[in-house]
């Protein structure tokens, strides 16, 4: 994955220009972004999703001060933000970007580690909304105070990753209080260059799996409509889900909705009162089992079959979890009808934010004309596509791949 040279070289600027020139020599820090393939808001409920770490994310640059506290600068929100990396921190409200780095800190805290003061600078190259730049900055942040500290939640690669992910996921939940699942923790943290991940949500194990697509390839379609109360619908929908389980797990003996089989969904629904928990459920359970056909559609080369489990995935988030909108709706329904389009559907958390799009290569510039009309002329403002390139996890970069660049 090539490094975003010149936004690097702003990211150096901003640190110089709001703290000063330093002999202290800084340390460079990557964290992708991630689109999920397949398997939405399934993983709160132990479920399989399909995740990818991408092209963009989050530079984060950091040097050792003398002033004794943390102080930061983003070239992507305004201010420069300050605290002591070893006392108890306070978070915004509504939480602001430096609450998920303070979130960050304030687990390492927990953990018995002293940690060093720093000046940082970060920019984000994550377009849009529902591609989880909070997720990155989270996990970037954890692989930046271990590469620092040289305190490792686990001495083994894996295991590490896997504890950094629930770790930057407890301090989403817990400091900034958004009930997130792992999913896009896990993803930043245990991404692999060219691979999708098959996740398992309930213990975070992963089969890496190739996306061969032969003469097709994969696009993110940004709705660029912002995700209004996203973070609310997002807790009621996780309400309603634990609803169900609390219901269904005496009668199936299951931990997780998604242990339920898929013979024994029907008879579960019809032991469900409210008929919309009844819907959620049938979500929950439908999508989990397509994560596990995808996995064998991928596995078996069968492309027109992968794209129709993310029509059916779509058509499931729309109908029964109800978390897609007008403008994903729109988008998803123009990128479906075009020629060279085998499956698309809403990613992410959904309300709004980016859509995936599974077409045929030599079709992309017809598709990008299309579906870009279409949209102004239905929605009254631009959507924004983006080629989805796999990349590997947060790590650190050497300084020294970085091309110089001018500005
Ligand atoms: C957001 C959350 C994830 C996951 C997705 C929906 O991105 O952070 O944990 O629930 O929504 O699949």
């Known amino acids: 994955m090539s490094t975003n040279n010149s936004l690097v070289r702003q990211v150096e600027l901003a640190l110089n220009e709001s703290f000063g020139s ?19 808001h399934i993983d709160y409920c132990g479920g399989l999703v399909m995740p990818a770490a991408i092209q963009f994310g989050t530079y984060i640059l950091a040097r050792p001060n003398a002033v004794g506290r943390v102080r930061m600068v983003s070239l992507n929100q305004p201010g420069t933000i300050e605290f002591d990396p070893n006392a108890d921190a306070q978070r915004q409200n509504p939480p602001i970007w430096g609450d998920y780095v303070k979130g960050v800190f304030a687990e390492y805290r927990a953990r018995g580690e002293r940690l060093p ?160 928990i009844r819907r959620r459920t049938r979500h929950v359970v439908s999508e989990h089992h397509r994560v596990i056909d995808s996995g064998d559609k991928l596995a078996a080369a069968d492309i027109a079959g992968f794209g129709q489990l993310l029509n059916q995935s779509h058509a499931s988030l729309q109908q029964d979890y109800e978390v897609t909108g007008n403008e994903l709706d729109t988008l998803v329904g123009l990128a479906q009808a075009q020629p060279g389009v085998l499956g698309a559907r809403m990613t992410g958390a959904g309300f709004g934010g980016c859509s995936l799009v599974l077409l045929r290569q030599d079709a992309v510039t017809e598709f990008i004309e299309r579906v870009g009309a279409g949209y102004r002329a239905a929605i009254g403002y631009d959507a924004e596509f983006y080629p989805v390139q796999i990349g590997p996890g947060a790590e650190e970069i050497l300084s020294n791949t970085i091309l110089p660049e001018a500005l």
């Open 22 to 40: 330093s002999s202290a020599t800084p340390r460079y820090f990557f964290s992708p972004a991630r689109v999920n393939l397949i398997g939405e």
């Open 117 to 276: 003061a720093l000046d940082i600078a970060i920019g984000g190259d994550i377009p849009g909304n529902g591609l989880s730049s909070s997720a990155s900055l989270e996990v970037g942040i954890a692989v930046m105070i271990e590469a620092l500290t040289g305190y490792q939640t686990s001495p083994e690669r894996f295991a590490n990753r896997q504890a950094i992910s629930w770790l930057s996921q407890h301090a989403e939940n817990h400091f900034v209080g958004v009930n997130c699942g792992i999913m896009d923790q896990g993803a930043i943290a245990l991404g692999m260059d060219q691979r999708a991940m098959l996740m398992n949500c309930s213990d975070l194990s992963v089969d890496y799996v190739p996306v061969e697509l032969g003469d097709y390839c994969l696009m993110i379609a940004n709705s660029c409509k912002a995700r209004m109360l996203a973070d609310s619908a997002y807790n009621q929908r996780r309400a309603e889900v634990e609803q169900a389980l609390e219901l269904l797990a005496p009668v199936f003996h299951i931990d997780n909705l998604c242990q339920l089989p898929l013979a024994s969904l029907q008879a579960a629904l019809d032991l469900l009162p409210d008929p919309i």
